[in-house]
């Protein structure tokens, strides 16, 4: 008859893959933000860390998913208060205006995640369909139908509209850190009027 398994070990071997898991992420966090996604090798990764190269293979079989873990990963902890923002807008401009503050307020308070993505822009242009971050990009663009639907914004094409947002934030996101403090509020405000300016416009196409 076979032994069953002792609870208490297989929660302390559940325990060390997980451990496994975050210590091969961290390391590839510091190596991408360092020598860029294109230069990192799955060696670099692994002599970060204590782990032998066999349980690295046991996480991921490249550098590339590595890469996806770590953007799903910033895209988990972000989207909730993105998802809760929102839900609680009145207007559209709350709306917009909310997004890029819990965006803005996330690369302020985590830099380090930011150079990752400031660090490897090639790499991001073609991972950006990660699970974790179209789901956000869809939540976004489902809102903004919404506001559409509930009469809070005039009909404009929300998938465009979805895109110019999610691009202005990665940008001006990119230049706010550049300065000695962000600005987190100059970036909101300046993002925010932009999109809003923009959307009269688009309304209005005759408006002067």
């Known amino acids: 008859m076979e032994e069953m398994e002792v609870p208490a070990k297989r929660g302390k071997r559940e325990q060390t893959k997980v451990n496994n898991r975050k210590a091969i992420l961290a390391a590839a966090r510091s190596i991408f933000a360092e020598l860029g996604y294109g230069t990192t090798t799955v060696r670099d990764i692994i002599r970060r860390t204590d782990l ?3 349980t690295f293979y ?8 590595v ?21 609680n807008a009145r207007t559209f401009e709350d709306l917009i205006e909310g997004t890029f503050r819990v965006f803005f307020d996330y690369l302020a308070r985590d830099r380090g995640a930011f150079e990752v ?16 971050i179209v789901a956000g990009f869809d939540e976004l663009q489902v809102d903004i139908e919404k506001a559409i ?8 094409n929300a998938s465009y509209l979805t895109a110019a947002a999610v691009g202005m934030a990665f940008e001006i ?7 000695e403090e962000a600005d987190v509020e100059g970036a909101v405000k ?3 009027s932009l999109i ?8 209005n196409p005759d408006s002067p």
């Open 52 to 54: 032998a190269s066999g």
């Open 58 to 65: 046991n996480y991921f079989q490249s550098k590339e998913e």
């Open 67 to 87: 890469f996806q873990a770590l953007m799903d990963a910033n895209a988990l902890e972000v989207r909730p208060h993105l998802i809760e923002t929102r839900a």
């Open 117 to 132: 993505l400031r660090s490897n822009a090639g790499a991001i242009r073609v991972r950006m369909d990660t699970p974790e």
């Open 149 to 156: 639907s509930d009469g809070l914004l005039e009909p404009v």
């Open 173 to 179: 996101g990119d230049r706010m850190l550049a300065q």
């Open 190 to 192: 300046f993002a925010t």
């Open 196 to 203: 809003m300016g923009g959307v009269v416009k688009l309304s």
